[in-house]
T-cell receptor, first 114, second 117 residues
């Protein structure tokens, strides 16, 4: 199994630009999570999906952030417009779902907003 | 609500010494507990998990953790540290509600382990 796949691995953009992060979960997993990690705030859960449906987006910082999961094998996290304070590592994780909380993390996308 | 507290944001040990990383949890239901490791520039990787079976859980890379209900603890240990163990370690608890089939993970703030030669 290829594990959770994230792209791009690194992204450098300028303030005000739109940023789209992509995630492909492990096949057969029906829960997907987006996290943000910074030195100051540690690991934060932004949003999670179950069976492609957003269940809890209370961690999404503000309206500039949006996430979608159009099908079981793909999810996006979009920031529009981006700001320097959005600079962080963004992780996607997936979980088998019912009966298992174990989450499997992708390698992350390191975002730098100038 | 469930939560975890990791005592010590940084721990430094010598190579060959005992590794002890502390985690205390709070849970209103029998907890499911996890340890994850994050190597530099990588995602989190599952080390081990406790799901109400044996109280001593063995994980990868020689790590183990013991669930102690009386102390609400789930400390991570390794008898002899290796240079390759230098990483950040996260304790997590499931927020599964009583009678529920699944929960999400609530992560601690992490402990960075340094190993001196």
């Amino acid at each position: 199994d290829a594990g959770v796949i994230q792209s791009p691995r690194h992204e450098v953009t300028e303030m005000g630009q739109e940023v789209t992060l992509r995630c492909k979960p492990i096949s057969g997993h029906n829960s997907l999570f987006w996290y943000r990690q910074t030195m100051m705030r540690g690991l934060e859960l932004l949003i999670y999906f179950n069976n492609n449906v957003p269940i809890d987006d209370s961690g999404m910082p503000e309206d500039r952030f949006s996430a979608k999961m159009p099908n079981a094998s793909f999810s996006t996290l979009k920031i529009q417009p981006s700001e320097p304070r959005d600079s962080a590592v963004y992780f996607c994780a997936s979980s088998p779902g019912t009966g298992s909380e174990t989450q499997y993390f992708g390698p992350g996308t390191r975002l730098l907003v100038l | 609500a469930q939560s975890v507290t990791q005592l010590g944001s940084h721990v430094s040990v010598s190579e060959g010494a005992l590794v002890l990383l502390r985690c205390n949890y709070s849970s209103s239901v029998p907890p499911y507990l996890f340890w994850y490791v994050q190597y530099p520039n990588q995602g989190l990787q599952l080390l081990l998990k406790y799901t109400s079976a044996a109280t001593l859980v063995k994980g990868i890379n020689g790590f183990e953790a013991e669930f102690k209900k009386s102390e609400t603890s789930f400390h991570l240990t390794k008898p002899s540290a290796h240079m390759s163990d230098a990483a950040e370690y996260f304790c997590a608890v499931s927020d599964r509600v009583y009678g529920g089939s699944q929960g999400n993970l609530i992560f601690g703030k992490g402990t960075k382990l340094s190993v001196k030669p």
